[in-house]
C-alpha cells in the first residue's frame, strides 16, 4: 500500500507526532509512505506551484492519505490550515477524490476532538473516506498499552484501505446565499465614554459585509473604538512550536504579534473578533494570530473582558466553530456577549444585533466585568489545564506561579469533609447506606432551602 503522510507539525521531523509515524512504519514495512512536511514548508507550498503539484501527484497515486498534526489552539495549526485553503483556491479537490483518509494527531488532549472532526469534515468536502482518527496524548508513545493500540488502529486502517470499505458521512457541504449587509440609518453616537474597545480583524476591502459590521459597530459605540486588521500589521509567520517562549513568555519572532496581542486584546475592556469563514473555520491568517498567542502560556488573561464575534459566512452550518467560538471565551474566563454573522435576510436585523451587543458589553464593564457562568467547555478546560501546569510546573514556570498566586489549583475538597472519616466505614454496612441514602435527598435540599431562606428573610427585614 502507498501512503501519503501530510505532516501539519512545523517541527517536521523533530515533531513528536511524526515519532507516531515512524513507529507504525517500522511495524507496517511492506508499505510505502512518502511524507510532506506541510507545516514546515508551507511558505515553499505556497509560493513554488511545482512543488505543490508534486505533492498533489502524489495523493493521486496513493492508496490513503494520513494526516499527521499537532494540535494547536483547539484545532490544527495555521500552515495545515493553509495548505487546505491552496487546494480549495487552486481547485485541486479531485486530486483527494475517493481515496481513504485518516489523521493522527498529538496533544495534551485539550480540544483535541475539534481538531478531528475539523480533519473529518474536509476530507469529506475533499471527497475521501474518512476514518476515524487517532487522538493520542502526547506521552502516549511511551507507554506500552497505546503502542499496541496504535498499532490496531492502523491495522484496521489498513483494511479499511485495502477493502475501499464505505465510511458513513457526517457533514453537509456548506451553502450561503444571503444578501449582503448593508446598513442604513446609522448614525454617529457622541464618544462620551472613555472604556478600552477593540475591534480584531481579518477582513479584506472586499469582505463588504463584515466591513460594514465593523462600521455599524464602530459608530454605534459611545466610545473609541481601536479597529486592528491582522492583514496590515507584521507577522512574520506562523508559530513553529519551538517553546522558546515559555520560559519567560516572549516570542522569538521579530514582529508586532506581541505588542499587538498585549496592547489591544489582553488590555482592552472589550473586544470583538470580526472574521470571516474560509472553508470550516476562520482563515489561516487569523489562525496564525491564534496560534501565536502560545507565547502568553495558558494564563487567563482576558478574565472578566466582555469578547463578541462578528462572523461572515455560515456559521449555522458550522458546529465545530460554533464550539470555537463559545470555548475561547469560557477558557480565557471572559464573557461572551453574544456572536452576530450576515446569515440574515433583513440587514435590519444585523443592525439591532450590534446594538445589543454593544448594550451588552457596557453593561458587562460596568456591572464589575460580569461573566456569564462557565459550562463544560470552561469547567473541563480548567481542569485539563490545572492539571497540565501542575504537570509540568517545571516547563511552564509563569503558568505555575500564576495559578498558585490566583488560587487556581482548585483540587476538588472531599464532600463531607472530616466527617469522611467517620461516614466511609459506616457507609461499608447495607443496614447504614439504605437509612444514608433515604435521608440524604432531604439534607441535600434543606442546604438549598437555607440559603433561600435566609435570603427571603434579608429582604423582608430591607423591606421594613
Ligand atoms: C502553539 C501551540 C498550541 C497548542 N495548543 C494545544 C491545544 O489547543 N490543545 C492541546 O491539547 N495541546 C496543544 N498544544 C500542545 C501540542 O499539541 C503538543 O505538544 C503536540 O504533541 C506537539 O506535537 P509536535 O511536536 O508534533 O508538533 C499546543 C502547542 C503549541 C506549540
Redesign the pocket.
Known amino acids: 500500500m502507498k501512503f501519503v503522510i501530510l505532516n501539519g507539525?512545523?517541527?517536521e521531523t523533530?515533531?513528536?507526532?511524526?515519532q507516531y509515524l515512524r513507529y507504525i512504519e517500522i511495524n507496517f514495512p511492506g508499505n510505502e509512505y512518502i511524507v510532506h512536511h506541510i507545516?514546515r514548508k508551507i511558505k515553499k507550498i505556497e509560493k513554488d506551484q511545482e512543488y505543490f503539484d508534486s505533492i498533489l501527484k502524489d495523493i493521486a497515486a496513493a492508496d490513503g492519505v494520513i494526516w499527521?498534526?499537532?494540535?494547536?489552539?483547539?484545532?490544527i495549526?495555521s500552515q495545515l490550515k493553509r495548505f487546505i485553503e491552496l487546494v480549495f483556491e487552486r481547485k485541486k479537490l479531485s486530486y483527494f477524490q475517493g481515496k481513504n483518509a485518516t489523521s493522527i494527531?498529538?496533544?495534551?488532549?485539550?480540544?483535541?476532538h475539534l481538531?478531528h472532526n475539523y480533519i473529518h469534515a474536509i476530507s469529506e468536502d475533499f471527497g475521501m473516506r474518512y476514518y476515524r482518527g487517532y487522538s493520542a496524548e502526547?506521552m502516549d508513545l511511551l507507554k506500552k498499552k497505546e503502542r499496541k493500540r496504535l498499532l490496531n488502529f492502523t491495522k484496521q486502517f489498513i483494511i479499511q484501505c485495502e477493502n475501499k470499505l464505505e465510511t458513513a458521512k457526517v457533514y453537509s457541504p456548506l451553502t450561503f446565499d444571503y444578501p449582503i449587509y448593508k446598513p442604513l440609518n446609522v448614525i454617529m453616537q457622541p464618544k462620551t465614554k472613555k472604556h478600552k474597545i477593540t475591534v480584531l480583524t481579518d477582513a479584506l476591502e472586499s469582505d463588504i459585509s463584515l466591513n460594514n459590521m465593523i462600521e455599524t459597530f464602530v459608530k454605534l459605540m459611545p466610545c473609541e473604538v481601536s479597529v486592528v486588521n491582522v492583514n496590515k500589521i507584521n507577522i512574520r509567520g506562523g508559530?513553529l512550536?519551538c517553546?522558546n517562549c515559555i520560559a519567560d513568555n516572549i516570542c522569538f519572532y521579530p514582529d508586532e504579534h506581541m505588542e499587538i496581542f498585549s496592547k489591544y486584546t489582553v488590555e482592552a475592556d472589550a473586544v470583538v473578533y470580526a472574521y470571516k469563514t474560509q472553508d470550516r473555520y476562520f482563515t489561516s491568517r487569523m489562525k496564525i494570530f491564534q496560534?501565536?498567542s502560545?507565547f502568553n502560556g495558558h494564563r487567563p488573561v482576558f478574565k472578566g473582558q466582555q469578547q463578541a464575534f462578528f462572523v461572515s459566512g455560515p456559521l449555522r452550518q458550522l458546529p465545530i466553530l460554533r464550539e470555537v467560538i463559545e470555548a475561547i471565551p469560557e477558557i480565557g474566563r471572559a464573557n461572551l456577549v453574544g456572536v452576530v454573522t450576515d446569515e440574515y435576510n433583513d440587514s435590519k436585523q444585523i443592525t439591532t444585533l450590534i446594538q445589543n451587543i454593544i448594550d451588552g458589553m457596557l453593561w458587562g464593564i460596568e456591572h464589575n466585568k460580569y461573566t456569564r457562568h462557565k459550562t463544560f467547555l470552561g469547567v473541563g478546560g480548567h481542569k485539563?489545564f490545572r492539571d497540565l501546569i501542575h504537570m509540568y510546573q517545571i516547563i511552564f514556570p509563569q503558568d505555575y506561579y500564576y495559578y498558585k498566586k490566583e488560587k487556581l489549583f482548585d483540587w476538588p475538597k472531599i464532600f463531607f469533609g472530616g466527617f469522611g472519616f467517620i461516614l466511609k466505614p459506616l457507609m461499608r454496612s447495607s443496614y447504614f447506606r439504605k437509612r444514608f441514602f433515604a435521608q440524604a435527598g432531604k439534607y441535600q435540599i434543606k442546604m438549598y432551602t437555607k440559603v433561600v431562606k435566609k435570603e427571603e428573610d434579608d429582604n423582608n427585614k430591607t423591606k421594613k
Open positions: 507539525s512545523p517541527r523533530k515533531s513528536v507526532t511524526y507545516g499527521i498534526y499537532p494540535v494547536y489552539l483547539l484545532l495549526p494527531s498529538t496533544s495534551a488532549n485539550f480540544y483535541d481538531a502526547m508559530c512550536g517553546l496560534d501565536r502560545f485539563v
